[in-house]
DNA sequence: CCATTTACAGACCGATCATTCTAAAATTCC
DNA sequence: GGAATTTTAGAATGATCGGTCTGTAAATGG
C-alpha cells in the first residue's frame, strides 16, 4: 500500500561505487550522487543514512564482487601457484574504473567515513589469507622451495597486487601488466 | 624597503604537502591551510596563485625529494641488484606520512589539479627508466638470468614498490615489509 | 622620521556544501 | 474510488567552501 520506489538498491550502489571510486569521498558531491544514481536527495537519507552511510555501503558492494572473485579462484583445488597467477591475471582486464576502490579507500584514510577504512583492512587481510593458503599448498606441491618464508612470500604477493591496481592509474596497459605477472611468477618457481 | 615575510616557502610546502597527503585535494580545504602552513590567504594567492598552484608546488617538492633519493641510490656504479635491493629497503623507514603523495596524486586523478597529475606519471616514467638502467647492469653482470625480461622486470619493481607505499595503510610493519623485499629479492637471482 | 613598499590579519563575497523539510504524485488496501 | 502510505521532486537551511578585498602593521630608503 504505498507508491513503488523508482530505483534499484544495487545499481544505486554501482553507480555511487563508480563515483566514489574516481572523485573520492569529498569530491562526489551529493547534487552529482543524486543526479547519476537516479535516487534522490530524501531516499538517499531514508536509505542509506547519508553520504556516509552511502560510501559504507558501496564498498560494502565493491568488497562483496572483489572478495566473491579472490575467493573463487583461490580456492580452487588444489591451491598452488596456478591459482596465484590465475587472480593476478584476472585483475588486469576488464575495469572500467581508476585503480582499486579498497585501496584507494586505504589511501583516502583520513577523508573516508571510518568504517569504510576499516573495511577497507579487513579486506585486505582476507586476501592476504588467499594468498598464504595457496603458498603453503605450493609448498607441500613442491612447486616453491622448501625453505620459502610463506608469510613474506604472501604479502609480497599482496604487495604486487596492490602494486598493479596503481599501475593502470599512469598509463600501464594490459599487455605490459601481463609481462609483470610473467616476470614475477618465473620468481617463485621452485629451481 | 619593504616587510619582510613571516614565513618560509620550503617550510610551508611542506607543511602543505603533509596535508594534501593525509586529507586529498578536496579534503584539505582552504582555512586549515592557512592554519597549519602559517601563510595567511593573501600571501597563498600571490605567492601559489591559489589552492591549486599549491598542491602542484607541494607535488613538486615531494618529487624532488623521492627523485633525488631514487637517482642517488640507483645511479651508483655498477648498477645491478645492490642498488635495486637498497633503494627498496631505504623506502620503508621514516615516513611520518601515508603511503606516497605521488601515488595518491594518481589515484585521485579526477580530484586533483590535472598539472598535479602529469607530474605524478612523470616521476613514475623516471623511476621506472632507473630501475630498467640496473636491471640493464645485472644482467651484463650475470646477476640475473641472460633471458630477462628487462621492460617487464623493471615495471614488476615498480609495481612491488608501489604496493609497498600501500602496505602501510592497512598496518604492515616494516619488518614485514623487510620480509617482503627479501622474498622479491630471491626471486630476482640468476639461479 | 617620514614616504614607500610589502606582508599581515581578518572581514567579506557569491557559490556550493550536506542536510532537512514541504508538498505533490503514485500506488495499494478496503 | 477514496483513505492511507510511501516515494518523489524541489525548495529551503545553516554552514562552509575557495577566493577577494580592505585597512593596519612592519620594514627599508632617503
Known amino acids: 500500500m504505498a507508491r513503488p520506489r523508482g530505483y534499484d538498491r544495487d545499481t544505486v550502489l554501482d553507480k555511487a ?3 566514489f571510486w574516481r572523485l573520492g569521498y569529498e569530491g562526489a558531491h551529493l547534487a552529482a550522487l543524486v543526479e ?21 555501503a558501496a564498498l560494502d558492494r565493491f568488497l562483496g564482487y572483489l572478495l566473491g572473485q579472490y575467493r573463487d ?3 580452487v583445488q588444489p591451491q598452488g601457484l596456478e591459482n596465484i597467477e590465475a587472480v593476478l591475471r584476472s585483475l588486469q582486464y576488464g575495469s572500467e574504473y581508476y585503480g582499486c576502490f579498497m585501496i584507494n579507500t ?7 567515513p571510518p568504517g569504510a577504512y576499516d573495511r577497507a583492512v579487513a579486506g585486505a587481510g582476507e586476501i592476504e589469507a588467499l594468498y598464504r593458503a595457496n603458498l ?4 607441500a606441491r613442491g612447486q616453491i622451495a622448501a625453505a620459502s618464508d610463506i608469510a ?6 599482496q604487495t604486487l597486487d596492490q602494486g598493479l591496481h596503481i599501475q593502470g592509474l599512469a ?5 605490459q601488466k601481463d609481462a609483470i605477472i ?3 611468477m618465473a620468481g617463485l618457481q621452485a629451481r
Open 136 to 139: 603453503a599448498g605450493a609448498l
Open 36 to 56: 547519476h544514481t537516479g535516487l534522490n536527495r530524501f531516499s538517499l537519507y531514508k536509505e542509506f543514512g547519508g553520504k556516509a552511510g552511502l560510501y559504507e
Open 152 to 157: 613474506g612470500l604472501g604479502k609480497m604477493l
Open 17 to 19: 561505487m563508480s563515483m
Open 73 to 75: 579462484i583461490l580456492t
Open 106 to 112: 586505504l589511501t583516502q584514510r583520513d577523508s573516508v
Open 182 to 184: 610473467t616476470a614475477a
Open 171 to 175: 598509463g600501464t596497459t594490459d599487455a
